[in-house]
């Protein structure tokens, strides 16, 4: 049904938005109704038993990592799964892409990201909950290059196995938003070519990736890979956090038998490693997770440890240390009118040394004008003018108030944004406190290495020639006095524009610095060679591995999520083979 008349546009804008509201109420309504009978091996941490049987696997995370790992391993063996967090099927923030903003601005202790400063100051979210970083991420999806795997000594034919097993299961190609569409092309007007179409292999030029959005704006997160587990043998169990890794520390080298964890009403519980051979406990809780809990557990520096009267297992300097994250400065195109949400589906692999993507529409919506929103927020300095040592929780008040006041217009618009692909700066973890509740003190030292800097500023200078591109003209063309009007709003709404001065390396070198956010790319922790062997068993400690982004030395891709998951499958199907032979059936 359609209106005409003076009222028409008001009321079809109403009915537009109520029947958005009611096919997002039913699409979580028959979420609600079915994911308990796809997953029945899901439950709360206080419905363990300490009188369960033990188990073959313990896995420690339920993240980009964990789930498939788990999944994999419970084909053959009884495995357990405990995640922090809760599950991702009934909420509303993370299953759609039109919340993906309202989900990283929750603070609070339920949320499903929680929220971190880094000493560097600036501000971050790390994962809790099941399905980890594909909950809260931008979705989307491309594959490690050649060369990646080639470093990392892993097996080429596995990995082109393991990567479809993920994708078959959640990955898309996604309905290409006008925005990205002109971002594709004016990557290609000023030289970043060829188009290699849509393809989740990672070379030189432009291209369309995938993402684990569906064409509904529904998330399908890493949590889904569960449904190929053997329900039979496979107990997951969320608001679970673990405490620590237990160990007898009897014979010559400590041997992990256990793991410690508290239930959703604070209530402790253990649970056991079988002791039949090959049984391992295996940690999955991410790049600050897994060197956290590996600290807290009594494996680490000795000196950090003993400080907070941590019983020290293992001396290990290394754990915590070679942190990296791929630093992000993006720049705010206004338009000239509203333009439609859309998250990460096109990038630009350069020669320079970074990565261009882009997105929009998610400042405009009006929760976003009324609270700060994530990604796409001034107030937590996400797109902010303010330096990252400025960005301080008054800030973000002071701000909060006064954005009511700021026109709409002002919001209207995309990012471009730049990220550096291989960055050399490095930082650490450090204990605060043994409460695992608590994030650790993250250091990044963003652009402490020159190298950096100078990509920054290739990339920033990349993203000056996109937004001056004729494929641009459609959303930013309009006279001058309309251009001035929006500019001066987009600089009182303390979003990012273009520099003035961008013919001017050391003035582009401040701006790097002062505007560097996180894309959450962050990674390191507990590398090869140093906390793990190449095949991720924990140096000098028996039946323990690491298996995720904490053992990278470098973000695979332009973006890590594939790799991640793929890593999961990859070391799941490599263990059972270890382990079985021939009988893996693998």
Same mark, same amino acid.
């Given at each position: 049904?359609?209106?005409?008349?003076?009222?028409?546009?008001?009321?079809?804008?109403?009915?537009?938005?109520?029947?958005?509201?009611?096919?997002?109420?039913?699409?979580?309504?028959?979420?609600?109704?079915?994911?308990? /009978?796809?997953?029945?091996?899901?439950?709360?941490?206080?419905?363990?038993?300490?009188?369960?049987?033990?188990? /073959?696997?313990?896995? #420690?995370?339920?993240?980009?990592?964990?789930?498939?790992?788990?999944?994999?391993?419970?084909?053959?063996?009884?495995?357990?799964?405990?995640?922090?967090?809760?599950?991702?099927?009934?909420?509303?923030?993370?299953?759609?892409?039109?919340?993906?903003?309202?989900?990283?601005?929750?603070?609070?202790?339920?949320?499903?990201?929680?929220?971190?400063?880094?000493?560097?100051?600036?501000?971050?979210?790390?994962?809790?909950?099941?399905?980890?970083?594909?909950?809260?991420?931008?979705?989307?999806?491309?594959?490690?290059?050649?060369?990646?795997?080639?470093?990392?000594?892993?097996?080429?034919?596995?990995?082109?196995?393991?990567?479809?097993? #993920?994708?078959?299961?959640?990955?898309?190609?996604?309905?290409?938003?006008?925005?990205?569409?002109?971002?594709?092309?004016?990557?290609?007007?000023?030289?970043?070519?060829?188009?290699?179409?849509?393809?989740?292999?990672?070379?030189?030029?432009?291209?369309?990736?995938?993402?684990?959005?569906?064409?509904?704006?529904?998330?399908?997160?890493?949590?889904?890979?569960?449904?190929?587990?053997?329900?039979?043998?496979?107990?997951?169990?969320?608001?679970?956090?673990?405490?620590?890794?237990?160990?007898?520390?009897?014979?010559?080298?400590?041997?992990? #038998?256990?793991?410690?964890?508290?239930?959703?009403?604070?209530?402790?519980?253990?649970?056991?490693?079988?002791?039949?051979?090959?049984?391992?406990?295996?940690?999955?809780?991410?790049?600050?997770?897994?060197?956290?809990?590996?600290?807290?557990?009594?494996?680490?520096?000795?000196?950090?440890?003993?400080?907070?009267?941590?019983?020290?297992?293992?001396?290990?300097?290394?754990?915590?240390?070679?942190?990296?994250?791929?630093?992000?400065?993006?720049?705010?195109?206004?338009?000239?009118?509203?333009?439609?949400?859309?998250?990460?589906?096109?990038?630009?692999?350069?020669?320079?040394?970074?990565?261009?993507?882009?997105?929009?529409?998610?400042?405009?919506?009006? /929760?976003?004008?009324?609270?700060?929103?994530?990604?796409?927020?001034?107030?937590?300095?996400?797109?902010?003018?303010?330096?990252?040592?400025?960005?301080?929780?008054?800030?973000?008040?002071?701000?909060?108030?006064?954005?009511?006041?700021?026109?709409?217009?002002?919001?209207?618009?995309?990012?471009?944004?730049?990220?550096?692909?291989?960055?050399?700066?490095?930082?650490?973890?450090?204990?605060?406190?043994?409460?695992?509740?608590?994030?650790?003190?993250?250091?990044?030292?963003?652009?402490?290495?020159?190298?950096?800097?100078?990509?920054?500023?290739?990339?920033?200078?990349?993203?000056?020639?996109?937004?001056?591109?004729?494929?641009?003209?459609?959303?930013?063309?309009?006279?001058?006095?309309?251009?001035?009007?929006?500019?001066?709003?987009?600089?009182?709404?303390?979003?990012?524009?273009?520099?003035?001065?961008?013919?001017?390396?050391?003035?582009?070198?401040?701006?790097?610095?002062?505007?560097?956010?996180?894309?959450?790319?962050?990674?390191?922790?507990?590398?090869?060679?140093?906390?793990?062997?190449?095949?991720?068993?924990?140096?000098?400690?028996?039946?323990?591995?690491?298996?995720?982004?904490?053992?990278?030395?470098?973000?695979?891709?332009?973006?890590?999520?594939?790799?991640?998951?793929?890593?999961?499958?990859?070391?799941? #199907?490599?263990?059972?083979?270890?382990?079985?032979?021939?009988?893996?059936?693998?």
């Amino acid at each position: 049904m359609a209106v005409v008349g003076p009222l028409s546009v008001i009321f079809n804008l109403l009915l537009s938005l109520l029947v958005s509201h009611l096919h997002f109420t039913i699409l979580i309504q028959a979420g609600e109704g079915r994911w308990e /009978d796809k997953y029945p091996f899901i439950r709360e941490a206080s419905t363990f038993s300490s009188f369960s049987d033990s188990y /073959d696997y313990i896995i #420690v995370g339920g993240g980009t990592a964990g789930c498939p790992l788990a999944a994999t391993l419970s084909t053959k063996f009884r495995v357990l799964l405990v995640e922090r967090g809760g599950v991702p099927f009934t909420n509303a923030n993370v299953s759609f892409m039109q919340n993906f903003h309202i989900s990283l601005a929750d603070t609070s202790s339920t949320s499903a990201s929680q929220f971190f400063v880094s000493t560097d100051g600036v501000f971050n979210s790390r994962a809790r909950i099941l399905g980890g970083g594909t909950c809260i991420n931008a979705g989307f999806y491309t594959r490690a290059g050649p060369s990646y795997i080639e470093k990392a000594g892993w097996d080429s034919k596995l990995v082109n196995e393991s990567y479809p097993w #993920v994708e078959k299961q959640i990955v898309q190609r996604p309905n290409l938003a006008p925005w990205q569409e002109a971002v594709r092309e004016s990557l290609l007007e000023i030289g970043i070519s060829p188009f290699n179409g849509f393809t989740y292999d990672h070379i030189y030029g432009t291209k369309v990736g995938g993402t684990i959005f569906d064409h509904f704006g529904r998330r399908h997160s890493a949590a889904e890979l569960l449904a190929s587990a053997n329900p039979n043998k496979l107990d997951v169990l969320v608001h679970a956090t673990v405490q620590k890794i237990d160990f007898d520390t009897s014979g010559k080298k400590p041997r992990a #038998v256990g793991v410690i964890f508290k239930d959703e009403n604070g209530k402790e519980h253990k649970a056991f490693l079988s002791t039949r051979k090959g049984s391992e406990i295996i940690v999955s809780s991410g790049a600050i997770g897994s060197p956290h809990i590996l600290m807290l557990s009594g494996i680490g520096p000795k000196a950090e440890l003993e400080k907070l009267n941590i019983t020290v297992v293992l001396d290990n300097k290394f754990v915590g240390q070679g942190m990296s994250d791929n630093p992000l400065n993006t720049i705010f195109v206004p338009t000239n009118r509203p333009v439609e949400q859309s998250l990460i589906q096109t990038v630009g692999i350069t020669k320079k040394g970074v990565y261009i993507e882009a997105s929009s529409g998610f400042g405009q919506s009006g /929760d976003s004008i009324s609270c700060h929103h994530g990604v796409a927020s001034a107030e937590i300095g996400q797109l902010s003018t303010i330096p990252p040592k400025q960005r301080t929780v008054e800030a973000i008040e002071a701000y909060r108030r006064s954005k009511k006041n700021i026109p709409h217009e002002a919001f209207r618009g995309g990012f471009i944004l730049e990220k550096i692909a291989l960055p050399l700066s490095r930082g650490n973890i450090s204990l605060v406190t043994t409460n695992p509740d608590d994030n650790p003190s993250i250091t990044f030292n963003y652009f402490s290495h020159p190298r950096d800097l100078k990509r920054c500023v290739n990339g920033i200078r990349i993203v000056e020639k996109i937004a001056k591109s004729k494929h641009f003209t459609n959303f930013t063309q309009c006279n001058k006095e309309t251009l001035d009007r929006l500019l001066n709003m987009s600089v009182q709404a303390n979003v990012n524009l273009i520099p003035k001065h961008t013919h001017n390396t050391e003035s582009l070198e401040q701006f790097c610095k002062d505007t560097v956010i996180t894309i959450w790319h962050y990674h390191g922790g507990c590398q090869v060679g140093k906390v793990i062997t190449p095949d991720h068993k924990v140096l000098g400690v028996h039946r323990l591995r690491v298996i995720d982004g904490s053992t990278f030395k470098e973000s695979p891709g332009t973006n890590p999520q594939a790799t991640v998951m793929m890593m999961g499958r990859y070391m799941g #199907v490599k263990i059972l083979r270890e382990r079985l032979g021939k009988a893996a059936g693998l």
